[in-house]
């Protein structure tokens, strides 16, 4: 026992001495105040901002002005016959062409200033009645150089239909300068009417309503038996095979008043120089009308009482 103590403090001894020794440890750690690390910022994606154009409005259709017409002054014409025959005022003619009187000569051109659309009443009409398709018409001077074909093309119509609204024949393609001309501007659509059949008895077909009388205005007065007179009215609806416009003028005659009827498909009638009242006639005063007839087997007027309207076809002025 005592050999096993001596032994452990001689152990316990030489540790010791060992660990004073061996040489102190090195220090890695360096003086002075330790750096702090920055972390670095994350990239931020940054959002570019992308311009979406914004729609260009579509312009307005701007309505097209419709053109003057072109009249060539004839022999016996006044300044105030034109204004009649268009349905203007003398002042309107003069302030349009730059005139300064009333003087005008043959062969001069006169521009017909374009009608300038005034609202009217509204029409109240009767349920029953078929809707009207109005076709207007423009009225066209011819110049020195057009045919037919030229203003068939300039006016995207077919020469037919010049032909039909003029009354002129199939085959007559002859016209002159300062002749006035009817142009269609458009075929009204036809709409049908289904007829409905009772006990075997079709019901009648309701009235049309009554043409409009466009031209000459009322109580127009014209001078000179060679001065151009176009009875013209408005178009109510595409008329059927059977059907026409009656046109009814009545002019004073050496043997009373002379009644002229016409039946036709056109809405324009020119008045020819055979009707113009006789000197000795007092009064010369015309009168005129237009209604639709049926022609299937009897005629009936198939419209309603439409308007009257008077002329005067005076003697010409003395030079």
């Known amino acids: 026992m ?46 570019t901002a992308v311009l979406t154009p914004s729609p260009t409005p579509e312009p307005l259709p701007t309505p097209t002005p419709i053109p003057p017409q072109s009249y060539i002054v004839q022999q016996g014409d006044t300044l105030l016959s034109i204004a009649a025959q268009f349905g203007v005022s003398t002042d309107e003619l003069r302030a349009y062409n730059g005139m300064d009187s009333d003087i005008i000569v043959v062969g001069q051109e006169i521009l017909i200033p374009p009608p300038t659309p005034t609202p009217g009443p509204t029409p109240t009409w009767d349920p029953s009645q078929p809707t009207p398709t109005f076709a207007p018409f423009l009225l066209h001077t011819v110049q020195r150089g057009e045919t037919l074909s030229t ?61 409009v009388l466009l031209y000459p205005p009322p109580d127009a007065v014209f001078r000179g038996r060679e001065a151009p007179i176009a009875l013209q009215w408005s178009a109510v609806a595409l008329l059927d095979q059977d059907e026409s416009y009656r046109l009814i003028l009545r002019c004073p005659a050496a043997a009373g008043p002379k009644e002229v009827i ?28 237009v209604e639709i007839v049926r022609h299937d087997g009897e005629e009936s007027v198939v419209s309603q009482e439409g308007e009257r309207r008077t002329f005067t076809w005076e003697e010409a002025e003395e030079p």
């Not at 103590?5 to 540790?15: F, M, S």
């Not at 220090?27 to 702090?36: E, I, K, L, M, N």
């Open 262 to 289: 016409i039946d036709q498909k056109a809405t324009l009638w020119r008045v020819p120089a055979e009707l113009f009242p006789p000197p000795e006639a007092s009064k010369r005063v015309c009168t005129w009308e």
């Open 2 to 47: 005592l050999w096993l103590a001596g032994a452990a403090a001689l152990l316990l001894t030489v540790a010791i001495l060992i660990g004073m020794s061996a040489p102190a440890p090195r220090s890695t750690a360096r003086t002075g105040p330790t750096p702090t690390r920055t972390a670095a910022p994350s990239p931020t994606a940054t959002a």
């Open 151 to 211: 203003l068939a093309e300039q006016y995207g119509v077919s020469v037919d239909e010049i032909r039909r609204a003029n009354n002129l024949g199939d085959d007559e393609n002859v016209i002159r300068a300062g002749q006035v001309l009817q142009i269609p501007q458009h075929t009204p659509t036809p709409v049908a009417t289904p007829e409905v059949v009772r006990a075997g008895t079709p019901t009648p077909r309701p009235l049309y309503p009554a043409p």
